[in-house]
C-alpha cells in the first residue's frame, strides 16, 4: 500500500486508454484501483435494489444514468473511508463530482485528451467480454481466437455505442457532460491535463507526476 493516503482520480473519453494507464498507476503505486465497470458488475452479481435497478440499463447496453451508478460507487467508497484509492470511471458528470465531495474530494486528478480520429478508430474495433469486462481491440489488441475470449473461450460482442455511427454521438456526449467536472477539478488546482494519440508515450509524464506524491513500490521500467 502506498505510504501517503491519496485519492485519484484519472478523467477520459471512451477509447482513450484510461483503463490502461489506471492498471499502471495501481501496480506502480499499490493504489486500489476502483473501476466503476467493476464495481457495477459486482453489484449486477450480488442483486439487490440498486443492482437490480441497474441491471435494466446494462442489458440493453446503455449508460447507467447517475443517481443508479453514483449510489453503487458511493456506497463501495464508504466502506474504505481512511483509505487510498484510485477512481476509473468516476466521476463522468458534475452530479457524480458533488457526490463524491461528500465522502471525500480528490487529491490529484489527471485528465486524459486524445484526438477524436483517434478515440473514433480505437472505439470502432472495440469488443467486450461482457461477464469480466475485458477489452480487446481488433487492430492491436485482438483475442486469441477471434470473437472469443481469451480465459473463458465466451463470446465477445460490440457494445451498441462502440458501432461506428454511435460513436460520435458518444463522444459528443461525454464531453459535454465532463466539461464542468474538468473546470471544477482545475478551479481547486487539482487537475493535470495530458495529451497524445499513444498511451505508451502519455504513461512517462503520468508516471512522473505521481512519483511527487508518493514513492512507487515498482519502478517505471517493469511496466
Same mark, same amino acid.
Given at each position: 500500500?502506498?505510504?501517503?493516503? =491519496?485519492?485519484?482520480?484519472?478523467?477520459?473519453?471512451?477509447?482513450?486508454?484510461?483503463?490502461?494507464? #489506471?492498471?499502471?498507476?495501481?501496480?506502480?503505486?499499490?493504489?486500489?484501483?476502483?473501476?466503476?465497470?467493476?464495481?457495477?458488475?459486482?453489484?449486477?452479481?450480488?442483486?439487490?435494489?440498486?443492482?437490480?435497478?441497474?441491471?435494466?440499463?446494462?442489458?440493453?447496453?446503455?449508460?447507467?444514468?447517475?443517481?443508479?451508478?453514483?449510489?453503487?460507487?458511493?456506497?463501495?467508497?464508504?466502506?474504505?473511508?481512511?483509505?487510498?484509492?484510485?477512481?476509473?470511471?468516476?466521476?463522468?458528470?458534475?452530479?457524480?463530482?458533488?457526490?463524491?465531495?461528500?465522502? #471525500?474530494?480528490?487529491?490529484?486528478?489527471?485528465?486524459?485528451?486524445?484526438?477524436?480520429?483517434?478515440?473514433? !478508430?480505437?472505439?470502432?474495433?472495440?469488443?467486450?467480454?461482457?461477464?469480466?469486462?475485458?477489452?480487446?481491440?481488433?487492430?492491436?489488441?485482438?483475442?486469441?481466437?477471434?470473437?472469443? !475470449?481469451?480465459?473463458?473461450?465466451?463470446?465477445?460482442?460490440?457494445?451498441? !455505442? !462502440?458501432?461506428?455511427?454511435?460513436?460520435?454521438?458518444?463522444?459528443?456526449?461525454?464531453?459535454?457532460? $465532463?466539461?464542468?467536472?474538468?473546470?471544477?477539478?482545475?478551479?481547486?488546482? $487539482?487537475?493535470?491535463?495530458?495529451?497524445?494519440?499513444?498511451?505508451?508515450?502519455?504513461?512517462?509524464? $503520468?508516471?512522473?507526476? =505521481? #512519483?511527487?506524491?508518493?514513492?512507487? $513500490?515498482?519502478?517505471?521500467?517493469?511496466?
Amino acid at each position: 500500500m502506498a505510504s501517503k493516503v =491519496l485519492r485519484a482520480v484519472v478523467l477520459g473519453p471512451p477509447g482513450s486508454g484510461k483503463g490502461t494507464v #489506471c492498471e499502471r498507476i495501481a501496480r506502480s503505486f499499490g493504489l486500489q484501483r476502483l473501476s466503476s465497470g467493476r464495481v457495477l458488475r459486482e453489484s449486477l452479481r450480488a442483486g439487490g435494489e440498486v443492482g437490480v435497478l441497474a441491471k435494466q440499463y446494462v442489458e440493453r447496453g446503455l449508460l447507467v444514468p447517475d443517481h443508479v451508478i453514483t449510489r453503487v460507487v458511493t456506497a463501495e467508497l464508504e466502506k474504505r473511508q481512511g483509505q487510498a484509492w484510485l477512481l476509473d470511471g468516476f466521476p463522468r458528470t458534475l452530479g457524480q463530482a458533488k457526490a463524491l465531495d461528500r465522502i #471525500c474530494e480528490p487529491d490529484l486528478v489527471i485528465s486524459l485528451h486524445v484526438p477524436f480520429e483517434t478515440l473514433k !478508430d480505437r472505439l470502432s474495433a472495440r469488443w467486450v467480454h461482457p461477464a469480466s469486462g475485458r477489452v480487446y481491440n481488433m487492430d492491436f489488441n485482438p483475442p486469441h481466437v477471434h470473437g472469443l !475470449d481469451d480465459l473463458t473461450g465466451e463470446p465477445l460482442v460490440q457494445r451498441e !455505442d !462502440d458501432r461506428p455511427e454511435a460513436v460520435a454521438a458518444r463522444l459528443r456526449k461525454y464531453k459535454d457532460a $465532463v466539461k464542468p467536472v474538468i473546470e471544477l477539478y482545475r478551479s481547486r488546482g $487539482v487537475l493535470h491535463s495530458f495529451s497524445g494519440t499513444e498511451t505508451n508515450k502519455i504513461w512517462p509524464y $503520468v508516471y512522473a507526476l =505521481l #512519483c511527487h506524491r508518493i514513492p512507487p $513500490v515498482h519502478a517505471e521500467e517493469e511496466n
